[in-house]
């Protein structure tokens, strides 16, 4: 029931296409979703979050959308591009322990020029 | 930069090896964790600590000693360790563990090879 199940586990995407990756949950507890992106080499970082009071955020040209009765969320990337290249990782916490993240197992996203 | 730094990036160990893991982190924050990140797995919570102390250990073999001096260092001690703890083992700070839609901020790991 903590678990977050994220897929595809690897996406190609030509330049300028639409990426997207999808992650479920059980636990209807969970009320932060962040995502995390992560370069070779580096540690992530959070790209962007949402709280399931609403049903899509927007930053840029990434968009969480959240389905609450679905318990699903899904990150899109609109005009991929190479340099967005990397692994990305769901999660999602607890109210009261917000800094106890559950992750996906993540996603490597390759865009092609 | 993320304001977390680790040493080594790198380390290969024998089984019978002691050595150490080092984080510091420079953005003023009171809580620091331990990851570990294997391939197509999720990365798996390890320690907290928050103003100093261990808030959660989640149930990582005792090979793995955390060692926490101030809020600004955390230490990974390693000693027999097997070649399946081979890893990328993250550190991460955030400002706190009581606030909602807590930020960690990551270091860019120590790549842990046991041979």
């Known amino acids: 029931q903590q678990q977050v199940k994220q897929s595809p586990q690897s996406l190609i995407v030509q330049k300028g296409g639409i990426s997207i990756i999808n992650c479920a949950y059980e636990n209807t507890a969970f009320d932060y979703f962040p995502w995390y992106q992560q370069f070779p080499g580096k540690g992530p970082a959070l790209l962007i979050a949402i709280r399931p009071d609403v049903s899509e955020k927007k930053e840029g040209r990434f968009t969480i959308s959240f389905n609450k009765s679905a318990k699903q969320f899904s990150l899109h990337i609109m005009d991929s591009q190479p340099g967005d290249s990397a692994t990305y990782f769901c999660?999602?916490?607890?109210?009261?322990?917000?800094?106890?993240?559950?992750f996906g197992s993540g996603t490597r996203l390759l865009v092609r020029p | 930069e993320t304001g977390v730094t680790q040493t080594p990036r790198h380390l290969v160990m024998g089984m019978t090896n002691k050595k150490s893991l080092k984080c510091e982190q420079h953005l003023g924050h009171n809580a620091m964790y331990w990851y570990k990140q294997s391939a197509k797995k999720p990365l798996e919570l390890m320690f907290v600590y928050n103003f100093k102390e261990q808030t959660e250990n989640n149930s990582v073999p005792s090979r793995f000693s955390p060692e926490c001096p101030n809020s600004s260092h955390l230490f990974l001690h390693l000693h027999t360790l097997q070649p399946e703890d081979s890893a990328l083992y993250l550190c991460?700070?955030?400002?706190?563990?009581?606030?909602?839609?807590?930020?960690?901020?990551f270091g860019s790991g120590t790549q842990l090879s046991v041979l």
């Open positions: 991460a700070s955030s400002r706190g563990t009581g606030g909602t839609n807590e930020k960690l901020f």
């Open positions: 999660a999602a916490s607890l109210a009261d322990s917000s800094y106890k993240l559950i």
